[in-house]
């Protein structure tokens, strides 16, 4: 297994930082084994601390304005920055013309690319001269895999007998990664082994152990991929919990996720993440988020599972609002509610730990 941190790195993130388009930068800022994260780049919030932006909590991480002040800012404090890591996650995962000239001023000052978009960026020509020449590497973490180190579902999933959670969501960008992660620690820290499986490129950059790529795979080997890193982690690590991070979501008009996670995954119950106060599916105008108990019912209809507790995204929420929305939330569906971003997830672990084998 790999040696964490990999390298001193500057998240880019212009134009998109506290915004769903930048979900990627979030995450690393939150939280990252792979990186020593120093900075985030976004003008928009230049000189305000990237923490307080997003959660209201200070993390020490700087936005700064632009590349060259970064670079600047991490060498004053007697460091040399490693990696200039994408932090953007658009709709259809394209860079801009602007991003891609950031990106190429990133090489030029000799910074290693790692790139979690559908643009891949070793497939630009004057990108990969300017990595030659500059002794650098750049790394599409969703460049799709060869065919031949695809797995295809075998079945082994009904030899992890350890406990199974999946975290799923009621849309995509909606958090379930950072609240699968925050789940992972409240089981570490009450002293159980628990693992989370990454199915996206943001936990991949988070440096999760085992990980997938769910939107790089030939669909015939999504199912054996989960499968593969699901019993890897069990057979490797010996978990007690296995936390599942899901995709997109059930209903979602472009990101129907979920459906191979419980297939395949084989979860023996199911948390969902919602943002009460999202109105329209993520980046769909027009496009009505379906109810709650509806998204509810669908899973557990397609899975034959229980959705155990219900974890809240407060986007447009106010901080003196949560609980009660929390309380309305416990109320409609009959189901526990917490919003773990902000009182963490030690009451949530209680709730999965009724479940452990």
């Not at 019912?297 to 901080?319: C, F, R, Y």
């Not at 416990?330 to 902000?342: H, I, S």
Request: glycine residues 8%.
């Amino acid at each position: 297994m790999q040696n964490y941190p990999t390298g001193i790195a500057i998240v880019y993130c212009e134009g998109a930082y506290n915004t769903t388009n930048g979900k990627t930068a979030h995450g690393l800022v939150r939280f990252t084994k792979r990186y020593d994260v120093r900075c985030v780049i976004d003008s928009r919030y230049a000189g305000k601390d990237s923490g307080l932006v997003l959660d209201g909590k200070e993390n020490g991480i700087p936005i700064i304005a632009a590349l060259k002040d970064a670079v600047k800012y991490i060498r004053e404090n007697g460091e040399e920055p490693t990696h200039f890591v994408v932090g953007l996650a658009p709709d259809g995962g394209r860079l801009s013309e602007e991003a891609e000239k950031d990106v190429r001023k990133a090489l030029r000052l000799g910074l290693n690319v790692d790139s979690g978009l559908h643009d891949f960026l070793t497939e630009k020509r004057k990108m990969r001269e300017l990595a030659a020449k500059h002794n650098v590497v750049i790394r599409d973490i969703r460049k799709p895999i060869h065919r031949d180190d695809l797995h295809f579902f075998e079945g082994k999933i009904e030899k992890v007998d350890c406990l199974k959670v999946a975290l799923l969501g009621t849309d995509s960008a909606i958090g379930k990664r950072t609240t699968a992660w925050i789940l992972v620690q409240a089981l570490q820290d009450a002293g159980y082994k628990a693992q989370l499986i990454g199915t996206g490129q943001t936990a991949w950059l988070q440096g999760a152990a085992y990980s997938i790529i769910m939107d790089t795979l030939v669909n015939d080997f999504v199912a054996g991929e989960i499968e593969h890193a699901v019993y890897s982690a069990w057979e490797n690590e010996k978990p007690e919990v296995i936390v599942i991070e899901g995709q997109g979501s059930l209903m979602n008009p472009a990101y129907p996720g979920g459906f191979e996670i419980l297939a395949a995954g084989r979860p023996d119950v199911v948390v969902l993440q919602h943002a009460p106060a999202r109105k329209e599916y993520d980046g769909f105008p027009g496009y009505p988020l379906h109810p709650l108990p509806k998204q509810i019912e669908a899973i557990e209809l397609i899975s034959g599972k229980k959705v155990v507790a219900v974890t809240i995204n407060h986007e447009n929420i106010s901080d003196d609002k949560i609980a009660d929305v929390c309380a309305a939330v416990e109320k409609e569906v009959n189901l526990p509610a917490f919003d773990v971003l902000k009182t963490g997830g030690d009451e949530l672990a209680k709730i999965i730990l009724k479940y452990k084998k």
